[in-house]
């Protein structure tokens, strides 16, 4: 079975440029995790959607970033405009919520951004 | 709060040895679920184990084994025998039911170095 598909795998964007993450759950998954990973601050969970609905968003930093989820298949992360600061690498997750919790969350390979 | 604290930053050790990565965790909650994740240098993060907060037995899984103790709320992760390719960060993490999904918390991570 194909994992989470996240694109682009790298990205080098000009500082004020709008990024666009991709991401692919696996299919059947209907909880999908967005987190950014930096030296300093490690995993941070941005947003999650539970049914293509948006649970939590208070891990997103700022209004220039947002997150769709159009449907079960399909989410994006926009950051408009880019700024530095944002380099990171930014995993997309996955799973199947049951109704006991505890679900385990399955990564892509995440999407290395840099921003200069 | 929730919260998970490995407080291992890095851990080098010679090929062979055994080493354990600590993992301490808090919570409210009495159902929970407890995780670790291998993230090899190519940077993907991998999915190892994962153990609800109703079993305490220790799971072995050939050269990787788990000590869960609610008593100490710890969730400590042995490898025997340890290998070169067992090189990585390793994180711990903590999930909760919630009304709508269960979302992930990851502690900072250990730095495991094999050397030859």
Redesign the interface.
């Known amino acids: 079975d194909a994992g989470v598909i996240q694109s682009p795998r790298h990205e080098v964007t000009e500082m004020g440029q709008e990024v666009t993450l991709r991401c692919k759950p696996i299919s059947g998954h209907n909880?999908l995790?967005w987190y950014r990973q930096t030296m300093m601050r490690?995993?941070e969970?941005l947003i999650?959607?539970?049914n293509n609905v948006p649970?939590?968003d208070s891990g997103m930093p700022e209004d220039r970033f947002s997150a769709k989820m159009p449907n079960a298949s399909f989410s994006t992360l926009k950051i408009q405009p880019s700024e530095p600061r944002d380099s990171a690498?930014y995993?997309c997750?996955s799973?199947f919520?049951a109704s006991?919790?505890?679900?385990?969350?399955?990564?892509?390979?995440?999407s290395?951004l840099t921003v200069v | 709060a929730q919260k998970v604290t490995q407080a291992q930053t890095e851990i080098s050790v010679v090929e062979k040895e055994d080493v354990t990565l600590d993992c301490v965790y808090e919570t409210r909650d009495t159902?929970?679920?407890l995780?670790w994740?291998k993230q090899p240098p190519s940077?993907?993060?991998?999915?190892l184990i994962?153990r609800?907060s109703f079993d305490e037995q220790n799971e072995i899984s050939g050269r990787y084994s788990w000590n869960f103790q609610k008593s100490t709320s710890s969730f400590n992760f042995t490898i025997t025998a340890s290998q070169v390719v067992d090189s990585a960060v390793y994180?711990c993490a903590l999930?909760?039911?919630?009304s709508?999904?269960?979302?992930?918390?990851?502690?900072?991570?250990t730095r495991l170095s094999i050397r030859p």
């Open positions: 909880s995790f490690g995993l969970l999650y959607f539970n649970i939590d690498v995993f997750a799973s919520r006991r919790g505890g679900n385990t969350i399955y990564f892509g390979e995440g290395w | 159902t929970y679920y995780f994740y940077g993907e993060l991998v999915f994962r609800n994180f999930s909760m039911k919630d709508s999904a269960s979302k992930i918390i990851f502690g900072s991570g």
